[in-house]
């Protein structure tokens, strides 16, 4: 029902039931706020949102109070304005000093806050915080330090991948966020997947930067350093080059890698193939063979850890193939190293992901082989953006090339892993013809396609009705596991990816997009897929030549020691 509010002394439309926020971002009106995200219940924490209630004493909170017929408000006035300048002024009293080192420093909002609010001199002093840095963790590094406990992490971690590794701990001036016991990161159920690090205001929390030890490699004249990229980081890094978001960057990225020094340059979409013919012969296997189902994909690394920590009873269920990044990596260092003539131990093999779990997964114990590892270093999209920078490296004015073969050829399929939904659509394009012996008439399976939680559909191949289901954030992950725990039992194949939207939104992507930023992303995926002639896996010709000469056949014994793994129960201290 639309109500009318005036703010500012101008007549505003509202609806009952949302709050000043809510209608002052409609029309066009900006309030500050630290505290607040999207779609979630509003805390009202930071106070930074606070607006002028005419004809009361005190100031409101513009996230939390509700709109009411009649109602006044100044967004902006004296009173406004001093009270969010003192917060800010508050927060950096005992707030470190060192922004000229700060990994966020350019793009924190307690930053900008200061300098919008014109905070120019110290007029709180507080006892600075002192508190160690925790960098156990293989993907994430928090700093207390500068915490402003606004909970966005808090809040991510336990409503939407319903992890809850971090909390709110102790009382009054000494309230922190850290995880039980303040044991460090590594002892927690965290499973790396970066959200904290996307939420997070400030440099609190950040991923675990590896920049140094590639240039090190690189530097290393012992060392072949080939590097390969996901899927979804062509369509990622425009807009941090001034370029329209979602552009796809393909060749010009390969040519900016070998600028910075890599030999080799390698696009993880061909591992994206390689994982989609074990991935649906795993499939049709369990199906025609009374194998465990529902099968669940294991791309995702934060997933596969999530299961081994909450549902080790579904361990059986999951795809034992590797991640594309892994079974690139693993290829890489066999069948590629003896086309180059090189020995393993000799390439030091880096990837670019969106992901800050990929860093977690790279040193699994499984990964590798004879004590070398498939993957010896990974970098986020951030670093990646990061490294190009420091290279000097003008995107906008180096020309395109094309990537290294082998491992050079991809389809279409295989690049649309990067948004949610497509592991399963490439997956389905692949099993169909494997069961029917017939191609697809129509490839775009729209039921798996879009940013939804959770999205279910019945695919019938030759006869054989096939339930598939997509889900995307772990609470919804839980919630499915959940169902079929309890006796569901209509669904055979299972796509988990557990950053909201899949990779396009990862952990390791740039932070500060908007939604039509990651919607352009998915936009430039599924236009690769519209154009590209190659539309499935196995039709990949680089694919089909590596079983022919090295792998032989899907799920077969080469297969199973390079590119299929195993996974454990955690115990971790909740």
Known sequence: MSIFIEVNGKKLEAFEGETILSTLKRNGIRIPTLC?????????????????????????????????????????????????KTIIELLLSNHPDDCLYCLRNGNCELQNLSKEYHVVERRIRGKKNSFKLDHSGPSIVRDPEKCILCGRCVRVCEEVMSVACIDYINRGSKTLIGTTM????????????????????????????????????????????????????????????????????????????????????????FGADLTIMEEASELIDRVTNGGTLPMFTSCCPGWVKFAEEFFPDFLDNL??????QQMTGAVIKSYFAQQAKLEPKDIFSVSVMPCTAKKFESQRATMGQNNVPDVDIVLTTRELIEMIKLYG???????????????????????????????????????????????LINFRINAVRGFEGRKEAKIDINGLEVGVAVVSGLANAKALVEEIRNGRKDIHFIEVMTCPGGCIAGGGQRIGADESVIAARMKGLYDIDERETIKVSHKNPEIIELYDKFLKKPLGHKSHELLHTTYQKRDVLM
């Open 36 to 84: 607040h995200m999207k779609n979630f219940i509003p805390s009202g924490a930071c106070r930074i949102c606070v607006v002028e209630l005419i004809g009361s004493p005190k100031l409101v909170t513009a996230c939390s109070f509700p709109v009411y017929d009649g109602m006044r408000i100044l967004t902006h006035s004296t009173k406004v304005a001093e009270a969010r």
């Open 182 to 269: 303040g044991k460090p990161l590594n002892t927690s159920s965290c499973v790396n997947c970066g959200q904290c690090v996307m939420v997070c205001p400030t440099g609190a929390i950040t991923e675990r930067n590896n920049l140094g030890l590639v240039q090190e490699a690189l530097n290393n004249p012992t060392k072949t350093v080939v590097v390969q990229y996901a899927p979804s980081i062509t369509v990622s890094i425009a807009e941090a080059f001034g370029m329209k978001p979602g552009r796809d960057l393909n060749g010009v990225m390969n040519a900016a890698l070998r600028k910075i020094g890599f030999k080799f340059v390698f696009d993880s979409t």
């Open 319 to 324: 795809s034992t193939c590797k991640s594309p």
């Open 393 to 439: 490296i003008d995107m906008n004015s180096i020309d395109p090339e094309l990537t290294d073969t082998p491992l050079g050829v991809r389809s279409s399929a295989g690049k649309i892993f990067g948004a949610s939904g497509g592991v399963m659509e490439a997956a389905l394009r692949t099993a169909y013809k494997m069961i029917s012996g017939d191609e």
